[in-house]
């Protein structure tokens, strides 16, 4: 590979690479160095697709969704049966969900059982325990945007658990419920938790992530006598 | 990796995966892109267009040679809104088995006019447009006369031809 030939570029690439240095991106994101490692070294990556996945069908449903008592569930309904493909983006979006949540935590155990959180990459460690609790973040607050019963009711049970914190619990209760209740002023927090706050945290920390993969490079795989 | 000798038209394992990483990304994009279209489009392309005859009870009740306004309400249903809109319709009868009937929005800027008995004239309150009992333009900033709908007479019962997006 040291010989690869590189085919000439044609002119519009040769002057976007001169000013935006694209072929060192690339050398430095794509081409760089890997150890040999198996398959659950993809995991990662696969969190991030899925991570993107949410994003774009996460947008295209606040095309139609509504975050008021009144309208949520309708508007829902009309992106399941009203709106082309509407089934297949909120599908992607509902299923992707629980994928991340999954993958995530694989993703955490792959590290753990290859000792990778070790020096020097204890830092990716701990933003990447930020991300598993800002995936569960998205979830729990995900959960409630249908307005359904079960959504309703998940969300009065869940603030509750988050209630039984000694000393400060009912400041927390009150807190996620905006107010003494469940109600709208819940749905447009979580809404708003759930489709700017939470993601650009995330969208952060994913970058700080990716950086120190490509800094640090990731780890080898550990051997017999590690 | 690949260090062995290769002619240029050989391709590498390198190229190879570029290829197929490529090909199956845009298939991947492609599959996911044109729902994405379609769901954004969808219901901005879709045809609101329905029609219906509107009765408008006996045509006796309408008084000869004298606009007369009749108002009827239509529910429109827009994703997951439902809308009632009222339309109004000056009906003029002309004789027992003629009867017209016009639209009271402006063709200026769609202001609600009124018929003024008093100087036989419909008057549009917002920018003082004025046309004839026919609808015609006599001044103001009107562009075309009042719309005209379609009006049938069935067993006395007088209907008025509605089509949705128009009038």
Known sequence: ?226 | MSGEHQSSSEISRLDFVNIVLAFTGGIMGIILGIPLVGYFLGPALKKERGEAWIPAGPVKKYPKDQPTLFSFTRTQQHGWEKTAESYGVYIIRKSDDKVEALSNICTHLGCRVRWHADVGEYICPCHNAHFTKDGKVISGPAPRPLDRFQTKIDKGMLYIHFIEGKG
């Open chain 1, 1 to 226: 590979m040291s010989k690869h030939q590189q085919p000439h570029k044609p002119a519009w690439l040769e002057w976007l690479d001169e000013r935006l240095g694209l072929t060192t991106i690339y050398k430095v994101t794509l081409d760089r160095k890997v150890p040999k490692v198996n398959w659950w070294y993809c995991l990662g990556s696969a969190t991030l697709f899925v991570f993107i996945m949410q994003i774009i069908t996460g947008m295209f449903l606040l095309v139609y969704y509504t975050p008021s008592p009144d309208h949520a569930y309708d508007s829902i309904q009309y992106i399941m049966t009203g709106v082309p493909y509407g089934w297949l983006i909120r599908g992607i979006h509902h299923w992707g969900a629980s994928l991340m949540v999954l993958l995530v935590f694989i993703h955490m155990l792959r590290v753990f059982y290859m000792g990778a959180y070790r020096y020097p990459r204890e830092l990716t460690w701990v933003i990447g325990v930020f991300l598993l609790l800002a995936t569960l973040g998205m979830g729990f607050t995900g959960y409630l945007l249908p307005w359904n019963q079960r959504a309703f009711f998940a969300t009065v049970v869940g603030t509750n658990i988050a209630g039984t914190v000694p000393y400060i619990g009912d400041f927390i209760r009150r807190v996620l419920r905006g107010g003494e209740t469940v109600s709208a002023l819940t749905l447009s927090r979580f809404f708003a938790i759930h489709v700017w706050i939470l993601p650009a945290i995330m969208v952060t920390l994913v970058a700080i992530h990716i950086y120190l993969i490509i800094r640090i490079g990731i780890s080898n795989p550990p051997t017999k006598d590690e």
